[in-house]
């Protein structure tokens, strides 16, 4: 043997151990457990007139799970629930909408293969297309897939093309590909590239330059798969399905006479548009026209050979419930679904976890009972009886009578309700132990063991009953107000439970304890009871399920959901999980749900149901008097509904603990909507907006539940149940986060949240700017009619003084004209008498002196006429005036002293005067009451006003006094307030923190000053 071929042998030897040792790690391969039959298979399906596209040529599954169909429709993706067409950007479209090839990127890029010829690459909508131009071959592209290298393939009708990144290369015979097309590509767990072309099968190893022919000859629409083992199968047109010899790992090349046409008319080819290999090891197979084939255990079929209707193939048609049976793709979905295409819709295949009874049918009249038996169950049916043990089959028993329901008690006697009473089983032994009274065929309303050998039971038209072992005892106080109980139950502990409408009677013994709806029981007519251990009670009611742990009463009813609704059995398992069997299926809550709810009041727990997806034969049955939910000796469930008989083992059933990812499909604004991205701005003025989202489940999509909120609007997560879409109003601008978890099936939680952040401009007038803009206007105006106001108030007192002014001339020439020259008349008059008398005479020197001093008066008097005249004075003039005052009264040892502030200007005459007597009344004040050393008297001529001053260092003025308007029975303060108001101005006093008195004067320059032309 040369080295070179020695070679070779190891490289093989070596390639068959890692292909050993990659099929024992692929999920599923340490799997010992057959597959199971077609027959327990979940069906579902979407029709076109459903909403499903029609012409599904080819699937393809996201690594978040979403699925993707290309159809000669275009492009779309479904969430479980519903299909949405790819968005396109504006301005972007496909050569063709007519789509053969998938494939998804793990950043979610999209590759397509056009019927037309052609490929495109989409990213976030956007659209690049690859021709012949791009290097791409001519022809239909059927098939893409990406190397370990992480080099992408691609297979068209003119041949085969790799991608560097930027263009399509073709593949040729300088890499030793000899074919002139290629119909499939594919590539398995060893990296290794297989290349179905038009007339030959190739390999390429992963890091090799040069494809290896394997020698099998091919016809046009060869496909490929590879199996749990890591067999690589072929189907097409020359020899129908098979596995092929392990050519990658060293076999040799097909001899040229296995490469002919298989000549078998007796049993015809197995062909494949589409091969898939589940997790379960079973094969699937699309054969257009004819629908779904399956094999449960292709390891069986030997290498090189082809399937045949020996190798047990299973057939799922149009008959069946495919949509079509023109079917082409296949891909199975993360919790182990199956899907396929069809031109008339899509259709999903999924395990049921419950085992289904079919020896008895679903259309029985009598209905079905299950009591426990041995390690399984016997099930009845009206005169027909089942004893079924899992794993082995079931087994006729033979039945004598009608029985309506059976119940087994903790003594292993066997309790069965017929129509006229209620019999007895005990070691073999078959006995009636109640008959209704003259026969009537009432029937039992309820029945449960006493754990004891007895019983008690309910029967409408007779009352309440116990059946010891010393007979039978008639309860009447057991008939609540004329009510018979609907179920009953009995704990570990002996107490037995009588439950009514919205009712339960407690008897321990012979005390008897009722709970009414006062006391919290709000669940309807009672349905079911179960007593579990440690005192807890199970009450299934019409309305709703309810726990009582002997205090309180925790409740779950519809308006929590209403899989809590028409319970009529509950079984609580060694871990504490409840299991109910209600009218909308089989729910679990775990034991940490109602712990929870128990610890934060009513609300919605987190719950698993599994329905006839799930293998259930209906729905619970009603109005039974016998629990319709029983737990056998291993642990197992058995339920029965209105459709049959079925089990489930809860320690294996433990269902997808896939967290789910949510993906927020976009938001609706008004008419328009718009792409879920980053740096989202929705038109200012945006008062609403809907956001749509999607679980990424597809495995009972429609029972994912979601939980949101908006930050900003919810102050805590709304339970939105299953509504995919969350809508909001009277949105103001701002920014918004927009947050959303999903369950899927099985009520497991994302572990990341789906996040939005978007914006919603400002229109103008909510901008900032503009309500600062507002605030500045606001505050324009008011300080303008402010100003309008003062001056309004200021012209109002000018009018007021120019009256005065005038009514002063009046008075003034009123004095100057009678008075004075009346009086100036009187004094000549009175001299000239006087000269008469003689000047020694001591009248006349006193009548002279008299004249002297009338002279001075008259003088004064006109002085005091020209003041009235004049309408303005210079503020020194007051000043001089006070000062002359203050220096007149001043005490000796008080040190006075006037001063001003400011440029002193000309000021009104009445404001001077109004001024001056305020002033002269607070001198006073502070010359008799201060006991002062020092008072001072400012003016400040200001801007805006004039101040006048007068602050002494006394000992200050009473706060009482100040408060009160001045000393009670004087009007001194009174009248100064008068003063000012009656000039415009206001007066302060103050006591300053140094002591003494501050009388403050402000009156506005409006008011005070005299306007002089400029």
């Known amino acids: ?138 022809g239909r592209v059927l098939r893409f897939a990406r190397g370990p290298d992480g080099v992408l393939w691609a297979a068209a009708g003119d041949g085969l093309a790799r991608f560097d990144g930027q263009r399509w290369h073709r593949v040729g015979a300088e890499r030793q590909f000899h074919d002139a097309g290629a119909d499939y590509v594919f590539v398995d767990r060893r990296g290794v590239l297989w ?87 079973s094969l699937w197979l699309t054969d257009a026209g ?46 182990g679904e199956v899907w396929v295409g069809s031109n008339q819709g899509l259709a999903s295949f999924r395990p049921q976890r419950l085992h289904r009874l079919s020896a008895l049918g679903g259309s029985e009249p009598a209905g079905f009972t299950v009591a426990a038996a041995g390690e399984g169950v016997l099930v009845f049916s009206g005169r027909r009886a089942m004893r079924w043990a899992p794993p082995q089959p079931p087994q006729a028993v033979p039945v004598d009578q009608h029985f309506r329901a059976a119940i087994r008690d903790a003594t292993g006697t066997l309790w069965l309700v017929h129509a006229d009473g ?5 070691e073999g032994r078959r006995e009636r132990v109640w008959l209704y009274a003259e026969r009537r065929n009432y029937g039992v309303q309820a029945f449960a063991p006493d754990q004891r050998g007895g019983g008690w039971l309910s029967a409408p038209g007779a009352g309440v009953f116990h059946l010891g072992m010393g007979g039978v005892r008639h309860e009447p106080r057991l008939e609540l107000a004329g009510a018979l109980p609907t179920a009953i139950a009995v704990g570990p502990d002996g107490v037995a439970w009588f439950g009514y409408d919205n009712a339960l009677l407690r008897l321990a013994g012979d005390a008897l304890q009722a709970y009414t709806p006062e006391g919290g029981v709000h669940v309807g007519r009672a349905t079911t009871l179960h007593a579990g251990p440690g005192g807890r009670l199970y009450f299934g009611g019409e309305a709703g399920f ?97 459709g049959g008989v079925a089990w489930l083992d809860p320690a294996r059933a433990i269902g997808s603990q896939r967290a789910v990812a949510v993906d927020i499909l976009g938001l ?57 879409e969350a809508a909001y109003a009277n949105l103001g601008p701002g920014d918004y986060r927009f947050r959303v978890l999903a369950a899927n099936s099985d009520g497991v939680w994302s572990s990341e949240e789906a996040v939005l952040a978007f914006r919603i401009a400002p229109l103008l007038w909510q901008r900032p700017v503009f309500a600062v803009a507002c605030a500045a206007l606001v505050l324009f105006l008011l300080a303008v009619a402010y100003l309008l106001r003062t001056r309004a108030m200021a012209a109002g007192l000018k009018r007021q003084l120019e009256a ?121 004040n502070a010359f008799a009451h201060a006991q002062a050393r020092r008072i001072e008297v400012v003016l400040s001529y200001g801007f805006s006003e004039l101040v006048l001053t007068v602050r002494d260092d006394g000992v200050g003025i009473p706060d009482a006094w100040v408060q009160g308007g001045g000393r009670p029975g004087h009007w001194g303060l009174a009248g100064m307030q008068e003063r000012a108001q009656a000039i415009g101005a206001r007066v302060h006093l103050v006591r300053p923190q140094q002591g003494g008195t501050t009388v403050e004067v402000r009156v506005p320059a409006g008011i005070a000053y005299v306007q002089e032309d400029a």
């Open 290 to 335: 004819v629908g779904v084939r399956r094999v449960r255990d292709a390891s069986a079929v030997p290498s090189g050979q082809s399937l045949s209707a020996a190798d047990g193939l299973e057939l799922f048609s149009r008959d069946d419930g495919l949509p079509a049976n023109v079917v082409v793709p296949l891909v199975q979905g993360l919790d």
């Open 668 to 724: 609706r604004a008004g008419d328009r909507s718009y792409r879920a991205e980053p740096d989202l701005v929705l038109p200012a003025g945006t008062r609403s907006a809907v956001i749509r989202y999607a679980a990424l489940t597809l495995t009972a999509a429609d029972r994912a539940r979601f939980r949101y909120r908006l930050d900003g609007v919810d102050a805590d997560w709304q339970d939105a149940d299953t509504r995919r």
């Open 422 to 426: 209620i019999w007895r089983e005990r």
């Open 1 to 138: 043997m040369n080295r070179l071929a020695w070679v070779a042998r190891l490289c093989a030897a070596l390639a068959l151990l890692l292909a050993l040792l990659l099929a024992l790690a692929w999920p599923g391969a340490a799997r010992a457990e057959p597959a199971r039959p077609l027959a327990e298979f979940a069906h579902t399906r979407w029709m076109v007139d459903q909403g499903a596209p029609a012409d599904i040529w080819t699937l393809a599954l996201s690594p978040s799970g979403t699925l993707w169909l290309g159809t000669g429709l275009g492009l779309f993706r479904f969430d479980g629930v519903r299909f949405e067409r790819y968005a396109l950007r504006p301005g972007q479209r496909l050569t063709s909408n007519n789509i053969n090839a998938l494939h998804i990127e793990p950043d979610g890029d999209v590759w397509i293969g056009l019927y037309a010829g052609g490929a495109a690459h989409l990213h976030d909508g956007h659209v690049t297309a690859f021709g012949e131009a791009q290097g791409l071959p001519g």
């Open 804 to 924: 005065r002014h005038r009514e002063r001339e009046r008075i003034a020439r009123e004095l100057h004209d009678t008075l004075l020259q009346s009086t100036q008349g009187l004094i000549l008059n009175i001299q000239g008498a006087v000269a008469t008398l003689p000047e020694a005479d001591t009248l006349r020197l006193r009548i002279e002196r008299l004249l002297d001093r009338a002279d001075e008066v008259a003088v004064e008097a006109r002085d005091r006429v020209m003041d009235l005249r004049t309408a303005a004075v210079h503020g020194q003039h007051l000043l001089d005036t006070l000062e002359v005052l203050g220096t007149a009264l001043a005490p000796e040892g008080v040190a006075f002293r006037v001063a001003s502030h400011g440029h002193p200007r000309t000021v009104e005459r009445t404001v001077s005067d109004q001024l001056g007597c305020i002033a002269q009344e607070a001198l006073r």
């Open 546 to 642: 309810a726990r009582f742990d002997g205090q309180h009463f925790l409740q779950l009813t519809a308006e929590h959901e209403d899989v809590f609704q028409h319970v009529s059995g509950v079984v609580e398992t060694a871990a504490g999980d409840v299991w109910l069997n209600g009218g909308r299926g089989l729910v679990q809550v775990p034991a940490a749900e109602l712990a929870r709810a128990a610890a934060n009041g009513p609300l919605r727990p987190h719950y698993r149901l599994l329905d006839w997806r799930d293998g259930l034969p209906g729905i619970a049955l009603q109005a039974t008097p016998v629990p319709t939910l029983v737990q056998d000796s291993q642990q197992r469930l058995w339920v029965v509904t209105n």
């Open 195 to 281: 290349v179905a072309g038009t007339r030959r099968l190739y390999w390429l190893a992963p890091g090799s330059q040069g494809f290896h022919d394997t020698g099998e000859v091919v016809s046009r629409s060869a496909v490929l798969a590879q199996d749990r083992a890591g067999r690589i199968w072929l189907a097409d047109g020359l020899r129908g399905t098979r596995p092929l010899p392990d050519y990658a790992g060293g076999a040799a090349p097909a001899a040229a006479a296995l490469n002919g046409p298989l000549k078998t008319p007796d049993a015809p080819l197995v062909r494949a548009k589409q091969m898939l290999f589940a997790e379960d090891g």
